[in-house]
């Protein structure tokens, strides 16, 4: 794998402090994200969340108290890694392509229902770009030899400990996630 580090502010650079795209940032610089949802609230939320998720995986979460306002969250990840019949390989896992210098972490790598599948966690309202966001960490997973292909799948963690799984199976969104690249540095060279 390729040596990456993060920032708490989510800024990658490699061993030599050269900086990285996060796939997050250069789908939202690329415009195929809406940010009418995205508060600093849930932005905080879902840090919590991943963390705690990841805690758990790792059997190292102190169990959230009955109004712990991410204990909903946690229970419904619970539920669909118990009901989908999973095995957990990686969670949380940074990666990086070196040659188009993008990074991101992937929050859950194993199998679902026997399938190979990387699965975002999501605790707030769908959007089309989590597709091309799966696909970019499909890429990120093939260039770093972890296989060649996977499912991919957003998990929307509610707080009433449910969940719901929405697969993603266009092949097309590798291709869209690189326009919204390309898109993206145009527009920062040329301050747009």
């Known amino acids: ?39 600093p609230e849930s932005r905080l939320r879902g840090q919590y969340v991943h963390r705690a998720i ?17 204990r909903g969250y946690v229970l419904a990840a619970r539920k669909f890694l118990a009901e989908a019949q999973t095995m957990t390989v990686f969670s949380e896992l940074q990666l990086a392509d070196p040659t188009l210098r993008i990074a991101g972490t992937l929050d859950w790598i194993g199998q679902v229902n026997g399938t190979a599948t990387i699965v975002d966690w999501k605790s707030g309202q769908p959007q089309p770009a989590h597709q091309l966001q799966l696909a970019a960490y499909e890429y990120l997973a093939f260039c770093n030899e972890l296989g060649a292909r996977f499912a991919r799948a957003t998990v929307y963690l509610r707080p009433d400990g449910t969940y719901k799984m929405v697969s993603h199976t266009d092949r097309h969104d590798w291709q869209i996630a690189q326009a919204a690249l390309t898109l993206a540095r145009w527009r920062s060279i040329h301050g747009c």
Do not use: N
């Open 54 to 70: 990841d805690l758990d995986l790792q059997h190292d979460l102190v169990e959230p108290a009955d109004d712990d306002p991410i």
């Open 1 to 39: 794998m390729h040596p990456i580090a993060i920032s708490p502010a989510h800024a990658y650079t490699d061993p030599d402090g050269a900086a990285y795209d996060s796939v997050t940032s250069f789908l939202a610089r690329g415009g195929f994200v809406d940010d009418e949802w995205f508060t």
